[in-house]
Each structure stands twice: as structure tokens, then as C-alpha cells.
């Protein structure tokens, strides 16, 4: 029969094979032709980790037969994991990580043969020691860094380099074990305190020793080291005294050496900063952060996949941030997997400690213990953002020759002292094995802290995170699943994916329509309908679940978009953009019975196939072309609400007031000369005497004009808030033109409704999706119509509104913006005798152009009703 520590081996041996397998058909699996180049990498890697742990393994059961079963199946779990991790993300650097786990395990296996008592290392202690200081500190003259800039915490040479702070750490624990081993009996036997080993003696000499380790890692600013450093002394120095006042004095200390570190080093300050607030600074400071978030995210509940995600958008994801990359490709199951190892060794590192005979293997296990769990808590954390980063390696997982062969000796200690252990011997009762307890609760507190935010950010938060236009994880899968096209309504192209798989990229035909379709760009983000639409157009809307999660757990992609029609009619679309040319202002013209959107037109413009030259020209213009002003830009509304209020007014009374002396008004320009005093004249030309006498007479709060309030739902962003409206007691037509302030959008609509006999229709953009069978559905709007003037207060507004000769409705009015500037608006629709679809315009310019902006609407009207009869 198999032993326990031989099948747990092979069970390592079957996950690592399998994890290879699929790291080789990932990068032919990222598209459903299966066109990519085979890998043998991960294969060398996997062939090192068998051949060197399979030595490994003879050696321990020939030389240390009772040692624990569990250690060796653990560091071999995780190594393996690692390795081929790293030789994901940077193959050259994984086969170097092989060659440094097989020269590891080589010294393990060399460093079983050593005497099993451990005696020539409780001896030599203050050797060791000062031995591990000497190399840290000559990094402060001769360090280097392998990757030419950035901290010199190395010493090497000949492309081979050694990282002294690494085994300073297992330094650090053999020399406390020892010193504490050796004092404390001594330390009892005083007469004063029979029993009792007093702190003085203890504290000044261990304090002297590791006060220098830390000034060099301070120096060096190592300051993850140090925390760890830190943490050991204090775990170390209240197992050997099991002294509580330990703990309390370091409860104290860390707020304040927090405090200190943080006015000191900016490094700790940026550090700090960004674990508290990370999205304050996303592309910054907190880039790293907020990218290892994006890669657990991404990785939900099964993961993409071994070598199906993007964990190399992280940085120093073969290193520090390893973690994120095995969230990021193997889910939810992976991440609690990685921890679960973790604690397991550190947790038997304890029970280790509890089942030894000696003070000194006892401080040794458990120092051991605490360096493994302390150091895997701080770097998982940081990548979590449970605690800040500190820029310590993950325990056998993390690139770095350095550690992984300080691990690997540290799990030789703790073979070497298991084997020591009695068959059956529980930890003397004369012992006090509080503290021990109270270790293992601590640690077993932060590996559930780092489980438990594992699935806050994987699958809670994960929907949210994703949708960042910051995550260029979505641009990388679009480059392989092609996404939908967006169409006008006679079927032409709006925006289409061009290229093959693997460098799938968009293009616009119609570039003046951009701040409506928007943009999807890997570096700036989507909007428009690009990101209203987003779901559809990826392939995440539209299929059935099952179809979504096979292309997911196959190709770590979701399925090929579905394209999308919309109502916009393109040569009326140019035809306004060419009209408004280079002038500020918005035009929307929709059916006003339908509430189908045939134009959104917005100036100035964009190119979307250009946006990586001209981003930067585009965030610096005052005048704002990525705005959508159909929807987003807030205008005041002014004496253009004049035809609203009529409207309003008629469908509450029969007659209409007296008309106010003109002369009342003198101050206040008309938008162009009206004909005659008359109500129908004053209310074409935009005259702002109307508003004073219809305003009064209104109920305000009982209902909204033209149903002007929140934002209509066209699939597109909105400007945050609501309409700006009149409240009650606030109703003079001055205060009127202070505070409505809506979208054009928003006046087409009311407009509407002014020609469709009261009623508001619900509008819409996309009027159509493609299906996975290619044939195409109706999409209804996603609003509902509602009547907001009667029947016989639309009609009485129209029959005053009629433009002479003209089968349409007109009002120009200006609308102050500020002191110094006016805005222009017109307000159109067709008459209700008018053959053909009924039409609906509204219209604003950012300048004082009344006749311009007369032109216009009737130009594009005149276009659109010949065009849709």
C-alpha cells in the first residue's frame, strides 16, 4: 500500500501534468481555428520538477523516514504551481525558475544528510548571523539589480545573483530559537523570580542584533523585509516568554512605526495611499493595485483558464503579484487552493512545533511557521488590498532564486525536526502552549481574511470591476472574438471589426457620427453606443448561457458579437453635420410618432480611427468634441420652453391671457424680428414676453411641461443628475431661463409631442439585434410613451406655431448661457395634416446665429420630409 506522503505526491504530479497540458493548448485554443505555435517550455519545467523531487523524495524516506507526510507533497505542489506560472508568463524566466527548484532540491536532499539534531546551528548562531548582516550590507556598496534600475538589493555577478535579505529571514529565526533556547532556562533559575525568565536579559542582546538587521533594510529600503523581520522578532520573543505585555508593547509599536514610516518614506506614503483609496490614482500610483484586482476579477468563479487570461497586464506578476496571475487563470477554486497549501504548511510547522521534546526545535518550527504564513499573509494581502503592499515574495510560488532556495532549506529544518518528533508524545503539559495557539489563530485569521476578499473580488465585486474602462482585458478578447457590427437603418455600416483573429481591430465609416457610436479602444475606453450596447456587441447578450460559458472555459473569450441596427439615417446624418460644420451645438430629428432617432447630430467631432494621435489635442480643446451634446450637453432653455408652456397652457384653458405690452420688455431681444404683435408671431420669433404671462398661471409641481425630467433611456451615457427644473414659487420667466437647463434630446422629444397631439413618444436608437442564427429581432424602446399636453392644447400650440408657406411648426429662441454668451435654440415639427412620417427637431447652437439655425432646421426638414414620405 502506498504511503499518505507518496499518494499526495502523485497527486501533484497528476494536477501539475494536466495544469502543463493545458498551458501547451492554450495559445491554440485562444481561437476556434486552432492556428498558434506549439510550447515545450512548460514541458522541461515539468520534466525538472518531477526528476528533482522524486530525488528529493528517496532521499527523505531513506534518510528521514519519520518525518511529516505533508511538508514535502506541499512545497512540491507549490514549487511545480509556481514554475509553471512563471514559465506562462515569461518563459524564459520559468525555465530558469526549473533550473533553480532542481539546484534547490539538490541542496535539500544534500542538507538531509546533515546531523539531525541540528546542533552545529544552535551553536554557531551568532556566526550565522552576523554572517547574513555582512552580506546584506555590503549590497549598500557593491548591490546590484538584475534588471539595471530599482532597489540594488542584490549581489552578483556573471548574470548569477543572490538576494542577502532572503536568508537573513531564516537567519533571523535559527539565531532567536537558539538564543532563546539557551537563556531562558537559565533565566528561571534567578531566585528573585523563581520560574520566571525576565525580559531585560532577553531583549538587549536579540534587540541589539536584529535593531542592526533593520537599520540595513531600512537603509536599503526593503521595507516589506522589515515588516516581516518585525513580525518574527515579536512572534519569537512571546512564544519563549509567553508573556502577554509582548503583544500589548507591539500593538502600540506598529500604529506608530506606521505613522513613521509613512512621514519618512514616500514609498510607504504611496503605498499606503493607494491600499487605502486605489481608484483615486488607477493609471498611477495605484496601477498595480488596481491591475491585480482587474486580474482576480477576471478570473470569477472558474477562471479563464491556464494560460487563457491576461495575468501579464499586472506588473511584476511573475514575482510579487503571482497570486493575481493564478486567480486570473484558474478562479475562485485556485486562489482558496494557493491559500489553503499555505496554511496548511504553516499550520503543521506548529503542530510540529507543539509535538517537540526540545525548546529549541519547538522556536525553530513555530519561527519557521510564522515566517511562511507571516510572509504569505503580507503578500497576498497586498495584492488583495487587505493590507499595503510590501513587495515580499510568495513562499515557493514567486520568481526568485534567492527565496525559493531559503524555502526550500526551511523545509528541510522542518523535516529534520519532524523526524525527531516521538510516535506518540502530545506537547508537555508543564509547557505553555497558549501562545502557540494564539499564533495559529492569528495566522489562520489572515489566510480566512485572504480567502474571504478572494471572493469579495472575484465574484461580488467582479461585475463592476470589469466593466472599468481602464481594464484592457476586454480590448485583448476582442482582438480574437470579433465584435458586432453597428448598422444604420438602411443596413449600411457604422462601425465593423476589420483584420483576422488575434489583431481584430475597428473601424468607422461615418467619423462625424462618432460622439454618438462612440469609440472602443484598448487604451481609452468605450462610449456611446459602444458602451451602451457593449454587451450585445461582445457576445455576452444574445446567447444562451450555456453557449457564453463554453466559449469562456474553451477559449477564455466570449462568443463572436452580435451586430445591432439602429434608426439613423445617414445621409440625413451628413447632411446635419455638414450643415452645422464648425459650429458648437447639437441637432436631433426623430418620428414623432415612433420616437425612431433618424439624426443625433454633435459638434464639434471626432475621428474614432485616429483617436491614438488626437487624444490629447481632444481632452486639451475648450470646446469639448468627445461631449455627445445631444444627450450629455445641459442647455439653458429659456423663451425656447415658450412653445412647452403653450402647450401646457391650452391644455388647461381655452382661452389664451392677454399678451404683455411689448414695450415691458424692451430689454429683452427677440431671436428675429416677429411680424406683428401677435401671440403667434411673438412665439416664433422667441420672444420672452410669453413666458411672463403664461409662466404664472401654470400649476407648477403638479406637472412638468413637455414632460421634461429624467434623462430618456436611448442606450447612451447621460449626464449625471436630472433636468434642472422650476420649483414652486420660482416661476418668473427670468428665473425660467435661469434654471431649466435641458438636452436637446430632451426638447426633440417634447417637441414631439407638440405634433403627435399631446403624446411623448418613447424614443429609440437600436431598433434591431442580429441573432446567433444571423437573422435579425426587434428590440422595443426601452421607455413608454406618455401624454403630456392634450389633444386640443398640442393642436392650438401647433396652429399658432405654423411657419407661413412651410409644412411644418417653428419657433427660434435665444437662450442666455452667461453674461457674455447666448444660446441659440429652435424647436420644429411637421403639421398634422402633413403626409408621411411625422417629424419632430430640436436644435441649439453655442453662439448667437438665429437665421443660421432657422436654415438648418428647415433644411434638414425639408431634406427629411422628401426622403420620408
Known amino acids: 500500500m502506498l504511503s499518505l506522503e507518496r499518494r499526495l505526491l502523485r497527486l501533484a504530479g497528476i494536477f501539475l501534468l494536466l495544469f502543463t497540458a493545458a498551458l501547451t493548448l492554450a495559445p491554440l485554443a485562444r481561437t476556434p481555428a486552432w492556428e498558434a505555435a506549439w510550447t515545450w517550455q512548460p514541458w522541461a519545467v515539468l520534466l525538472l520538477w518531477g526528476a528533482a523531487f522524486g530525488v528529493a523524495f528517496h532521499q527523505q524516506r531513506r534518510l528521514l523516514p519519520r518525518s511529516d507526510p505533508y511538508l514535502l507533497p506541499a512545497a512540491a505542489l507549490l514549487s511545480g504551481w509556481g514554475a509553471l506560472t512563471i514559465t506562462r508568463l515569461l518563459p524564459a524566466f520559468g525555465l530558469r525558475q526549473g533550473l533553480w527548484l532542481a539546484s534547490g532540491l539538490s541542496l535539500l536532499a544534500l542538507s538531509l544528510r546533515l546531523p539531525s539534531d541540528l546542533n552545529f546551528l544552535r551553536r554557531y548562531k551568532y556566526l550565522w548571523l552576523l554572517g547574513g548582516l555582512l552580506l546584506t550590507a555590503l549590497t549598500l556598496g557593491l548591490g546590484s539589480n538584475p534588471l539595471g534600475y530599482g532597489p540594488r538589493l542584490w549581489l552578483g555577478c556573471c548574470g548569477l545573483y543572490l538576494q542577502p535579505s532572503e536568508p537573513l529571514k531564516l537567519l533571523l529565526v535559527l539565531f532567536l530559537a537558539a538564543y532563546f533556547a539557551d537563556r531562558i532556562p537559565l533565566l528561571r533559575l534567578n531566585p528573585k523570580a523563581p520560574g520566571e525568565a525576565p525580559l531585560g536579559p532577553l531583549l538587549l542582546p536579540t534587540l541589539l542584533l536584529a535593531g542592526i538587521a533593520l537599520a540595513l533594510l531600512f537603509v536599503q529600503r526593503d521595507l516589506g523585509t522589515a515588516s516581516l523581520f518585525l513580525f518574527l522578532y515579536t512572534t519569537l520573543l512571546y512564544l519563549a516568554t509567553g508573556k502577554r505585555r509582548v503583544l500589548l508593547v507591539a500593538l502600540v509599536m506598529l500604529p506608530l512605526g506606521g505613522l513613521a514610516g509613512y512621514a519618512l518614506f ?66 475562485l477554486p485556485g486562489a482558496l487552493a494557493l491559500i489553503a497549501l499555505l496554511a496548511l504548511l504553516s499550520l503543521r510547522a506548529l503542530h510540529i512545533a507543539l509535538q517537540s521534546e526540545r525548546a529549541y526545535y519547538r522556536y525553530l518550527a513555530a519561527g519557521l511557521g510564522a515566517y511562511f504564513g507571516g510572509q504569505s499573509i503580507l503578500i497576498i494581502g497586498g495584492t488583495l488590498r487587505l493590507l499595503p503592499l510590501t513587495g515580499v515574495t510568495l513562499p515557493f510560488v514567486s520568481y526568485g532564486g534567492s527565496s525559493l532556495w531559503t524555502n526550500l532549506l526551511a523545509l528541510a529544518l522542518l523535516l529534520h525536526i519532524s523526524a525527531r518528533r516521538p510516535a506518540e508524545r502530545p506537547f508537555r503539559e508543564a509547557e505553555n502552549a497558549a501562545p502557540y495557539a494564539h499564533l495559529a489563530a492569528l495566522l489562520l485569521s489572515g489566510f480566512l481574511g485572504a480567502a474571504f476578499l478572494s471572493g469579495w473580488w472575484s465574484v461580488y465585486r467582479a461585475p463592476a470591476l470589469l466593466a472599468r474602462p481602464d481594464n484592457a482585458r476586454r480590448s485583448i478578447a476582442a482582438r480574437y472574438s470579433p465584435r458586432g457590427d453597428i448598422r444604420a437603418r438602411d443596413g449600411s455600416f457604422l462601425a465593423l471589426t476589420v483584420g483576422k483573429p488575434g489583431g481584430y481591430t475597428r473601424w468607422y465609416p461615418l467619423p ?142 381655452d382661452v389664451l391671457p392677454p399678451l404683455p405690452a411689448r414695450q415691458e420688455y424692451a430689454d429683452l431681444k427677440c431671436a428675429l424680428p416677429p411680424a406683428d404683435a401677435t401671440w403667434s408671431a411673438w412665439l416664433r420669433a422667441g420672444c420672452p414676453a410669453p413666458l411672463a404671462a403664461l409662466g404664472p398661471a401654470l400649476p407648477w409641481g403638479e406637472a412638468i411641461p413637455g414632460g421634461l425630467g429624467k434623462p430618456p433611456e436611448v442606450c447612451l451615457p447621460h449626464p449625471l443628475g436630472e433636468t434642472e427644473l422650476p420649483s414652486g414659487g420660482e416661476t418668473d420667466y427670468l428665473g425660467l431661463s435661469a434654471v431649466w437647463r435641458v438636452s436637446p ?51 392650438g400650440a401647433v396652429s399658432l406655431l405654423a411657419a407661413e408657406g412651410h409644412p411644418w411648426w417653428m419657433t427660434v429662441a435665444l437662450a442666455p448661457a452667461s453674461e457674455t454668451e447666448t444660446y441659440t435654440w429652435v424647436l420644429a415639427g411637421t403639421l398634422p395634416d402633413e403626409a408621411g412620417a411625422p417629424l419632430a427637431l430640436a436644435l441649439v447652437l453655442e453662439t448667437e446665429q438665429p437665421q443660421k439655425a432657422q436654415t438648418i432646421a428647415g433644411d434638414v426638414l425639408r431634406f427629411a420630409l422628401g426622403g420620408h414620405k
Open 266 to 331: 514616500p514609498v510607504v506614503r504611496v503605498r499606503v495611499d493607494a491600499w487605502l483609496n486605489p481608484w483615486l490614482d488607477p493609471s498611477g500610483n495605484s496601477y498595480q493595485i488596481v491591475q491585480s484586482l482587474l486580474a482576480v476579477a477576471n478570473g470569477g468563479l472558474l477562471g479563464r483558464g491556464p494560460g487563457m487570461g491576461s495575468p501579464t497586464l499586472v506588473p511584476v506578476a511573475h514575482s510579487d503579484f503571482i497570486f493575481a496571475a493564478v486567480a486570473e487563470e484558474t478562479g
Open 512 to 653: 462625424a457620427a462618432a460622439p454618438v457610436i462612440g469609440y472602443t479602444h484598448p487604451i481609452f475606453g468605450e462610449s456611446g453606443l459602444e458602451a451602451g450596447m457593449d454587451a450585445v456587441l461582445r457576445g455576452l447578450e444574445g446567447y444562451l448561457a450555456a453557449t457564453v460559458w463554453q466559449y469562456h472555459l474553451l477559449y477564455g473569450t466570449p462568443p463572436p458579437g452580435l451586430s445591432i441596427r439602429t434608426s439613423l439615417d445617414p445621409a440625413l446624418q451628413s447632411l446635419a453635420d455638414d450643415l452645422l460644420g464648425e459650429t458648437p451645438g447639437a441637432l436631433v430629428l426623430l418620428n414623432a410618432a415612433s420616437g425612431e432617432i433618424y439624426v443625433m447630430a454633435s459638434h464639434p467631432a471626432f475621428d474614432p480611427n485616429h483617436l491614438e494621435e488626437t487624444w490629447e489635442d481632444l481632452l486639451a480643446d475648450s470646446r469639448a468634441p468627445l461631449l455627445n451634446r445631444t444627450v450629455q450637453g445641459m442647455y439653458q432653455a429659456g423663451p425656447a420652453a415658450g412653445a412647452l408652456l403653450l402647450g401646457d397652457y391650452l391644455s388647461r384653458r
Open 745 to 795: 434630446l430632451e426638447m426633440a422629444l417634447a417637441a414631439a409631442a407638440l405634433t403627435e397631439e399631446g403624446v411623448r413618444p418613447a424614443p429609440q436608437l437600436v431598433t434591431a439585434r442580429q441573432t446567433p442564427a444571423g437573422e435579425w429581432e426587434y428590440l422595443p424602446a426601452l421607455g413608454e410613451e406618455m401624454r403630456v399636453f392634450s389633444p386640443q392644447g398640442a393642436r
